[in-house]
């Protein structure tokens, strides 16, 4: 049987589907279904999610090793983010991106978000003012925190011609 | 000792079994994970990220519409058996509360902010977890709740949001939406039945797992089932809602079902069944929480079967939640540890079940 995705290749894979209350079946050949983000291998999907994380990328040689790839932010490296199965920050997706469009394909089905769209306060040019207050605020505490005293001044006049 | 009172609806309006179905949905519940730009996730957070994190998001709730009545616990300044207290009306999860590790406490800046049905977890995995609560199965209305304030707070604060990807979580299995959706429903039929595990199966076919009675890592107990979408990226909020909504309600029919079944086949062992747990639940001297629950799974189904009557959902609802060890010991102002705990849970649900008709 030829491979219901590419027309090309012999099927090997039957996968079944549920969706909205009917049953699909797809017949695959294993390297579409490796795109499609199905385990081909023994690997179980149950797993638990660090066993899951370290089967990550297994058969294809990464570019480097997960020691060396490092989120320019937060410090998290690739290795950090396997073995907790956790990021350390938002840019974290960023500095990973192809390890997490792999993964993300392979724990939701798609790594393409089709909810909300979300757009950050003042991304229009138009910041509403309160917003825009508290950010000063949440600035004017890390000046102080991190003894930036001619900043915090600056930042302080700046929150009083808001307020 | 918190005082709880201080809440609207002492923060568990959902018991009042006014919602669709109450009798075998309990509690319909829809969180948001929600992290900020420009500080570190959980774990790679300092005491210091963590205390901005809470500052920001309390001056944000401070200027909103929605939020700024809140009442705000923080968990780190609680004793354990306060933190339980909270965890046990569904209003923090085990982990914010520190109460999987003993007997380590909460890290500095974790906090709860609650105006009930709504609340705030702070510094949790994700440095906001938007959530409500509601009684009965009421999907709609949990998320038309949580949107108008995720939405206000999302102009107040800068949300970390790839184009791709999503609103970004600190575990990738959150991203996209960062939409959980729970429905707490009650499956004794099924489970009499030897149906459950087709069932249970069936879900996780279907992109839906299962959960006991405090979410993700607890057991089931008395028969109590947190249903929830197992993904969160890739569909929308509303499709996500949809497929939920839609196995949900073809769960209560297999159960209304096997409850039939249970009426037509093996009536007099059912009403024995229901009775027994009504009376050691009526007549017991000492009831431990495991027991109470599955004593209540019981007379839950016998009220649902039509064969005890004149016991409200909402009675049954109070029970659930007031003989959890925390608020019992807070209620008769005892030690969550006391021996004596067993004794006192059977005189109040004898209290509780003396007063209603039967």
Redesign the interface.
Known sequence: MRCDNCKERDAVINLTQVEHDTKVTLHLCEQCAQEKGIETGTAVLKSPLGTFLSAMGKGTALPVPADALRCASCGATLRDFRDSGRLGCAQCYQSFEDHLRDLLRRLHGSSQHVGERYVLPGANGEADSTSRLLDLRDKLRRAVESENFELAAELRDRIRVLE | MIDLSLLPDGGVGWLDASGPNPQIVLSTRIRLAR?L????????ATD?DRG?VL??IT??AA?SARLRRTVTFHLDELDRADRQLLHECHLVSKELAALDRDPARPRPGTAVLIDSPAGVMVNE?DHLRLQTMLSGFALEDAYAELESIDSEL????????????????????N???G?RASVLIHLPGLVLTKEIGKVLQGLT??GLTFRGLYGEGSEVVGNFFQLSNQ???????GELLD?LG?IVRQVIEYEEQARDVLLKTAAGTVEDKVWRAYGLLRYARSLTFDETMNLLSGVRLGVGLNLITGLSVYTLNKLLIHTQPAHLATMEGRQVGDPELPATRASYVRRLLGDEVT
């Open positions: 992290n730009v420009g500080h570190p996730f959980g774990t790679r210091a901005a500052a920001r001056d944000a200027a995995e999302g102009r107040l604060l800068p949300f970390a949001f790839h184009s791709e990807f999503g609103y970004l979580t600190s575990c990738p299995t991203a996209g939406t939409l076919q279907v993904t969160t990226l890739g569909k929308a909020e497929h839609r």
